[in-house]
């Protein structure tokens, strides 16, 4: 992350509008995606819980994004998961996939209404098909941040998602959220995976359409 200019203000001028063809390794994500070849590992008092789910996703293009001289390409998702027949929501999240094609850097911003964020780093080349991100609690650049309930119960140490696109079509996620849960010595693997099927094709970011 030393590579940048001494000029932090001067924006690129001459940049491709369309998101879609510029995602690079998350090319094969953006779109509406529904999974169910899933599988949560969660903590409860009893001991680890395990819950397959059903996954809905929405990865859409946002306009190319600068700071300064900076550019990403980027989705932003949506995803909303229940377990099997309910209605009731068993997990939400929401953030932005992005991609700098100047460094290969990519970022993962993460949201979840248990008042908790983080911000996942990870490295990829344009046709890369595979790739991880990593938030560490305490890191300024990539961290973890959670309400003062959950740094008191259930400290979040670590975040990683490994993503996969599959020449199918699809593509798989496996994550690995390491708890260090009150009263417990040994950290706590929170882990979630899925398989998702394309159910309806992106929508352009806006300054596509013009
Ligand atoms: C597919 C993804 C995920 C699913 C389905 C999921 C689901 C769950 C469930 C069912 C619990 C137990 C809730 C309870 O007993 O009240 C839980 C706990 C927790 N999850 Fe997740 N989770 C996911 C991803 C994440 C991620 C990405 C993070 C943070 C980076 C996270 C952070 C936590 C924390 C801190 C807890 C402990 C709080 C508690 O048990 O009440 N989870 N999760």
Redesign the pocket.
């Known amino acids: 992350m030393t590579d940048y200019p001494e000029d932090v203000y001067t924006e690129p001028s001459d940049f491709d509008v369309h998101t879609l063809n510029n995602l690079g390794p998350l090319t094969g994500l953006a779109g509406i995606w529904e999974g169910t070849r899933?599988l949560?590992v969660?903590?409860?008092a009893e001991g680890p819980?395990k819950?397959v789910?059903v996954?809905r996703i929405e990865l859409q293009p946002i306009d190319p994004q600068t700071n300064g001289p900076q550019l990403f390409y980027g989705l932003r998702y949506h995803?909303h998961?229940v377990k099997p027949g309910q209605i009731e929501t068993?997990?939400d999240?929401v953030g932005y996939w992005l991609w700098e094609p100047a460094t290969g850097n990519l970022i993962q911003t993460?949201a979840?209404p248990?008042g908790?964020v983080?911000m996942a780093f990870g490295r990829a080349a344009k046709d890369d098909t595979s790739f991880e991100l990593v938030?560490t609690r305490g890191s300024e650049m990539n961290g973890?941040c959670?309400n003062p309930f959950?740094e008191y119960?259930?400290k979040?140490i670590e975040?990683r998602?490994k993503v996969t696109i599959n020449t199918d079509g699809t593509w798989a996620y496996d994550?690995d959220?390491v708890?260090m849960i009150r009263g417990k010595t040994e950290p706590f693997h929170?882990t979630?995976r899925?398989v998702l099927t394309k159910v309806a094709e992106p929508t352009p970011n806006p300054l596509a359409r013009t």
């Open positions: 899933s949560d969660n903590p409860k819980e819950q789910f996954e995803t998961i068993y997990h999240q993460l979840i248990r908790q983080a938030a973890i959670s959950l119960a259930f979040t975040y998602v994550e959220t708890l929170h979630d899925n």
